[in-house]
């Protein structure tokens, strides 16, 4: 049973209060999930994830080979002969899911929308995490921010930001990365390993993008369907933005609309991909009719070689 929660009396009636079908997908995501995270990321992400740097673990005698600069004086002194100071990589790492749940996340033509591959993806990244023994906390945001839960570790911390990132239905449609960014500065002062997995339909948030990616290992995750890139011809169709309600009527029987259609969108894909080179930032794309799985294979192996 994935909610043996140690919480709160509370806790366990607002568990048991989830619908069944809820409990399953977080089960089922849960398994998913850990067979990737057991099979083929967990040595990756600990070699392209480094700590906050090195702590002090004990003293011992010097040996031929050793670095000098290691000499442990105050030991040494004492003890007449001379000892070096050996440390280890401090390991714990902060990890934050910021999440783009705005109206346009539910968008989804293939086997799922947006939003599910989201969490599906941050609960993968979640259980890496805490096999690793790192602190993970969740963002949610629209135009606001939405949810915050503060970084925590183990499984049954990691099962409430998956459970979270299923049932949460935002109050807010529309989409402001800047904000999301901003306030993710605030809550998380110290150096995080920052997945912000969204659709990225927005703009305005350059200079917010930077300023993150100088503080914190930033890692974007983009969200794409298909029919946002290509049109069928199927006649006259009626598009609404999801976040505005705003509706135009298309006739997608013609090729130069079609056409149109495609290189707009190119367009805004190249942009977006120039936007966050400049900030520095590592991408990871994703699509609704393709499998997660490969992409973050790649974006791994890519890191791994990079620190080599």
């Not at 009396?9 to 995270?37: D, H, Q, S, Y």
């Not at 004492?78 to 996340?105: F, N, Q, W």
């Not at 974007?220 to 890139?229: F, G, H, N, S």
Request: positive net charge.
């Amino acid at each position: 049973m994935p909610w043996r929660s140690p919480e709160t009396a509370a806790g366990w009636r607002f568990a048991a209060m989830i619908p069944k079908e809820i409990l399953r997908k977080v089960r089922r995501i849960e398994i998913r999930t850990n067979r990737m995270v057991n099979e083929t990321l967990a040595g990756r992400y600990h070699s392209v994830f480094r700590g906050r740097g090195m702590e002090f673990s004990e003293v011992r005698e010097y040996q031929p080979g050793d670095d000098i600069r290691a000499i442990d004086w105050n030991v040494t002194s004492r003890m007449g002969h001379p000892y070096i100071k050996k440390y280890v990589e401090e390991r714990e790492l902060t990890v934050l899911l910021a999440v783009d749940c705005s109206a346009s996340d539910r968008f989804g033509t293939a086997s799922q929308t947006k939003g599910e591959m989201a969490a599906e993806i941050a609960a993968l990244i979640a259980f890496t995490a805490i096999k690793n023994n790192d602190r993970v906390g969740l963002l949610m945001f629209t135009d606001q921010v939405e949810l915050y839960v503060p970084p925590g570790k183990g499984v049954e911390h990691v099962l409430r930001v998956v459970r979270e990132l299923l049932i949460f239905r935002p109050g807010h449609m529309g989409t402001s990365l800047a904000l999301g960014l901003e306030k993710l500065s605030k809550m998380v002062r110290k150096r995080a390993v920052v997945f912000l997995i969204s659709d990225f339909l927005d703009d305005g948030y350059e200079r917010q993008l930077r300023l993150a990616s100088r503080r914190h290992d930033l890692i974007a995750v983009t969200l794409a369907d298909q029919r946002e890139e290509e049109l069928p011809s199927l006649g006259l169709l009626r598009l609404e933005d999801a976040e505005t309600g705003r509706e135009i009527v298309v006739d997608t029987s013609r090729r130069g609309v079609r056409r149109a259609f495609a290189q707009a969108a190119r367009e805004r894909r190249e942009a977006r991909s120039g936007l966050l080179k400049r900030a520095g930032v590592d991408v990871v794309d994703v699509r609704t009719d393709h499998s997660y799985e490969r992409p973050l294979l790649q974006f791994f192996r890519q890191r791994q070689r990079r620190f080599r």
